[in-house]
Structure formats: C-alpha cells, structure tokens
C-alpha cells in the first residue's frame, strides 16, 4: 500500500474521535489486519482475487469516499498481531498492513455472498452512504460463543469438566508459544481431520474453528476455540500415539555426519558399505533406514540418482523427480513403499532412504515427517573406504540389485530398430527392456516369435540377413546370445552344427542343432558358416520331458519372415556363397543381437 493509500485510508476510517474511542475501548472484540486499499471496485476486486490465491481469510470491504479496502479476519487481537507479525515477516503481506476495526468498514463486496459485519444488504443500503458502526456476529467470529439459551433448553445442557484456565489465561498461555508449536498445532489438527488449511503458525479464524471442533468431539471440553494448555498438551498426545512403540529417537552418525530421528525399536544400526549406513530390521517391523553420505559434485549426485533405481530396495513404480542439487525417489510395490531423498551442499552429498512395508501407510507416513524434520547435516562426510563392502556383482555397497524376471536374446530384424525374440521372452510382463534402458512392446507374436518394437526409435548399424534357401545338413552352426542373461556385457557365440532339417516329429520349420545351448540364449540368432541367419534358438521344452546334451531347436528364417510381413515389416533375406571368418562372425553377431528383459 502507497502512503498516499495509507493517509486517505486513516482518513476514511477514522472520521471520529468518537469511533475511534468506541473501537480501541473493546480490545478483544473481533478485529482486522488491513493489508490494501484501492480507489476503484475493480482494482480491489483484482487484488482480492491475487491476495485469495495464497492466503486464508481474505476480505474485502467497501471504505468510503470511493475507496475499498482488502482485509485479512476477522481474529482475536492477539491472534490478528501474530498474523500481522508472521506474513509481514514472510513478506506475503506489504510492510505497511497494520490492525483495523470493524468500524473502519462498510459493506462487503469478497467473498461473494458473504456479510461478516452483519449490515443490511445492499439494496437497502448503498454502499456509497455512511453506516453505522457495525455489530459482529460472535458465532462468525474467531471465538465462538455458547448457543443461545432457549436452544440449550432442547437437550440436558452437557457436563464438561472443569477446565485447567481460564480463556484469558488460555490465550496468556498461547501467546508464550513459538511459531514452530503453533505450526505443530496446526499439524496435529490436520492430522486428526478438522483443520484444512495453511501451516503457517497464525490462528485465525480456520484454525479456531477447527480448535472448537477438536473440543467438541472431545466431549469433556467446552467448545472456546481456544485450547488450553492441557488441552493443547493431550492433542499432542493423539497425534504422537500412532509412534508409540516405535522407539522415535535422534541418533547422530559421526562417519556419515548426519543426525536424525530413527524408529529405534524397529531398526538397528548393521554396516558401513559407503556411501551408506545401514540400519536393518530389529523388531516385528520389516523396515529399513539407509544414511547417505558422500564428498561429490553435481555427477556424483546424478550418477547416484541413477544408481538408486537399480537397486531392489526402489520399486520402479512411483514418483520421482532429480532437480539441480537434489533429488527424490519413491518406490513403491505390493510389499513396500521406499522413500529417498539426497541433496547436494558444500561438496557433500547426504540424505536418506525409508524402507517400510505397504499397507501401514499411517505410521510411515509419521515416521517419515520425523526423519525429514529432523535430518541435520554434522561435519564430514563418509570416507569412501569405511567399513567392508559386500564383494557380489549382484550387490552395490551392500544392496541388492534389481534383476528383470527373465533376461533372453534378441536381434534386430530391420533398420526401423525392430527386433525378433522367442514369445517366452515376453509372456507375462509388466515391463519388457531391450538392453536395459529402451522400453519396448510386442506388435506381433506368433509361432513362437514375437516381435518388439522400442518405444525410443533405435538406429541399428547392422541388422540380420535371413537365409533365403534351405540351409545345408550338417553344416556349422553359431549361436549368439546372452548366455548367462545379462551378467556379461555382450552375448556369447556357441559353435555346433546343423543335425537335422525338421524337428523329432518331422516339423518343417524346425531345426535340430547340436550344440549346448543356456537359457539365455534363446531367442538370439543363428548363423550358418557363411554369416546368414538360418532361424532363432528357441527354449528348451518343457513338460517334463529333458533333450539329450547337444540337442536344441531352431525355428526357421521362413517362418521369422512370415511373422515379420504380417506385422508389415520387411526382413532382409539372401543367401551368402562365402564362408565368413570366425572373428568376423563374432563382430557381426555382436552388432545385431540384443539382451531382452521380462520385468515383474
């Protein structure tokens, strides 16, 4: 508000000595925190608009003389001087608000409909015309009153307990109290359903009503809106039981220089495998905490943000977001909901993660607001050499990494990026990764082969030529493929030969091999001696029956190629005269089979 604002608004709404006695001389009566003034209806329209959209109890007021003012209330004047002092201080109000009284006001044009002052509606009396000075209505103010008596007559009036202060010693008790319990009170209001609004530590006149709501299904207090400080001290209580048993206690970790609140009766502290500390299950919770500490930089921080949706603890559903020098992770699944938040400060990168199991959504949701208030940096960070790490490729500083459900082999079938697999490859999915990072779907399957296409277009450069003519019988045979499924970086040549043209039934489109093929390799490619792709290695049978070593089936290149022109791709397909070098083999077969995952 301009100066020029503030003078003529002083002018407005203070035209009497008399007024201004009337209202200073009722200091609890209910009063305002007048934040804006605007010489035209519009205006003030607008900025009460903007002010709704981040705080509560927003009014606006004719003032006279063609002005109109915005107003916060009504409040308690204790109350009204705390909000004046926490948004002034927040700057979510100008520097230059300051406490009004009701009779500085006329008639309310925001919120639409309403009458906080109790004047005569506008028809009756224009708002351009002075008024006299206005009666609240108590039940509309921040402190309620008992109902009327002859509603009290309906019912046997309630016996309440006698209360340990006074209302005014109440509010004695309450203005002792720092922002940061009032915002706990807020908190524990919210929590219990009866209050819905902003924590922000200023009682106005949501947080009253909610107050009177908790006292009245509370049924030994009396409904003051005010709590007293036994009462404050039980709504505590309520909101903290659901913690009970948890042991919820700081615990400060010098290595990983950090401090926090943990469940001390549910975890205990197991290992340093850097850059976490591990505390695992102790008691009936299957729960677990993980302290992150680490010296790094911006990489560090990205390629730990990474490195945490491998592992197992980090369900690959649900939210998460990386910003500039943090970043969180939830995951979550059937059986639990894992919680990860790090950040990047002075070199150091420290954080958290919360493993609690699915469906004790209360309780962990309590467990984590402690943690995440609590958590405070200490000096130093872990050194990368404390403690002994788990020696396991499955693991990473002592966790588990997280394995598709089956891993098999693929190839690229054309230069579009589409790939053929063996239909086992990709039965019962939720998620299907061609070489772990691209997404991809089936578009066809049939016969055994299924056919996938990436969700990010791939450019192969190389893709497999079919055999367009019936292989020769026992002819050399090569099989490429992820033999232990993704272990190994690359997939592996297993060399045979050709057995037979037809499968043990006489199967044309099948071919016996023999070589000692894994599960892994089905799915992936088989060449013949002069580098052609002849048919795709399928899975051993099942059904009880178990194949002799060295025997394994192929399904044909007609039969790849059929699928593939259903689903309105074109193959490539010739025959090669010259046999093709084992090493050169290796380099072509490398280029155009592919690891593909079956995730749960």
């Not at 007024?19 to 200073?24: G, H, L, P, R, T």
């Not at 509603?151 to 004695?172: G, H, M």
């Not at 009245?216 to 009396?222: M, Q």
Request: net charge negative; proline share 6%.
């Amino acid at each position: 508000m301009s100066r020029l604002f503030f003078s003529v608004f002083i002018v407005v709404a203070f035209t009497t000595r008399a007024a201004f006695a009337q209202a200073v001389a009722q200091p609890q009566d209910p009063v305002w925190v007048q934040i804006e003034a605007q010489p035209s209806l519009s205006q003030a329209q607008q900025r009460v608009r903007e002010f709704s959209a981040t705080l509560p109890d927003v009014n606006g007021f004719s003032l006279g003389g063609g002005w109109y003012g915005v107003a916060l209330g009504p409040y308690l004047p204790d109350d009204a001087r705390e909000v004046l002092r926490v948004y002034r201080r927040e700057g979510q109000i100008p520097r230059d608000s300051y406490i009004a009284y009701s009779s500085s006001f006329r008639q309310q044009f925001w919120p639409i409909g309403a009458n906080l002052l109790n004047l005569p509606s506008p028809a009756a009396t224009p708002v351009t015309e002075p008024t006299e000075t206005p009666v609240v209505e108590t039940a509309q103010a921040d402190t309620p009153t008992e109902q009327p008596e002859e509603v009290a007559t309906t019912e046997p009036t309630p016996q309440v307990a006698k209360p340990d202060e006074t209302p005014s010693e109440a509010r004695a008790s309450e203005r002792a109290l720092s922002r940061e319990e009032r915002q706990k009170l807020q908190i524990a209001l919210k929590w219990a359903g009866f209050y819905d609004s902003t924590i922000d530590g200023a009682f106005g006149r949501g947080t009253r009503r909610s107050m009177s709501l908790w006292q009245e299904a509370n049924s030994a207090f009396k409904p003051t809106g005010v709590l007293t400080t036994e009462q404050r001290a039980q709504l505590i209580v309520q909101y903290n039981a659901v913690l009970d048993g948890l042991g919820m206690k700081a615990v400060r970790n010098d290595t990983a220089g950090i401090e926090m609140m943990l469940p001390t009766d549910v975890v205990s502290f197991s290992k340093f495998s850097p850059p976490f500390v591990h505390f695992d299950s102790s008691g009936d919770i299957n729960a677990r905490v993980l302290m992150i500490s680490q010296s790094g930089d911006q990489n560090t921080l990205f390629g730990l943000y990474d490195i945490m949706q491998t592992l197992e603890i980090v369900p690959e559903s649900g939210p998460r977001e990386r910003k500039k020098n943090s970043f969180t992770l939830v995951g979550e699944n059937a059986g639990v909901i894992s919680h990860t938040e790090a950040s990047l400060a002075d070199g150091e990168i420290k954080g958290f993660t919360l493993i609690w199991p699915a469906g004790d959504e209360e309780r962990r949701r309590r467990v984590l607001s402690e943690m995440r208030a609590s958590f405070t940096r200490t000096v130093g960070a872990m050194d990368p050499a404390a403690g002994t790490d788990d020696q396991s490729i499955d693991l990473v500083s002592g966790l588990e990494i997280r394995r598709p459900k089956i891993a098999r082999s693929g190839f690229f079938l054309d230069g579009s990026g589409h790939i053929a697999t063996t239909s086992e490859a990709v039965a019962a999915c939720s998620r299907i990764t061609v070489e772990g990072d691209y997404e991809a779907k089936v578009i066809a399957d049939a016969s055994g082969v299924a056919i996938l296409r990436t969700k990010e277009a791939l450019s192969p450069a190389q893709v497999a030529t079919l055999r367009a003519s019936a292989p020769r019988l026992q002819s050399e045979v090569a099989v490429s493929g992820f033999s232990y499924e993704g272990i190994l970086g690359a997939p592996t040549l297993t060399f045979g030969r050709l057995s037979d043209i037809k499968g043990l039934a006489g199967e044309p489109e099948l071919k016996r091999l023999a070589l000692n093929a894994l599960p892994g390799d089905a799915g992936g490619p088989v060449f013949d001696d002069s580098g052609a792709v002849l048919g795709m290695l399928l899975p051993a049978p099942q059904g009880g029956r178990k194949l002799p070593d060295q025997v394994s089936f192929a399904i044909d290149a007609d039969t790849i190629r059929e699928v593939a022109t259903a689903a309105g791709l074109t193959a490539n397909a010739s025959d090669r005269n010259t046999l093709i070098a084992a090493e050169d083999l290796t380099v072509e077969a490398t280029a155009v089979t592919v690891l593909v995952s079956c995730w749960e």
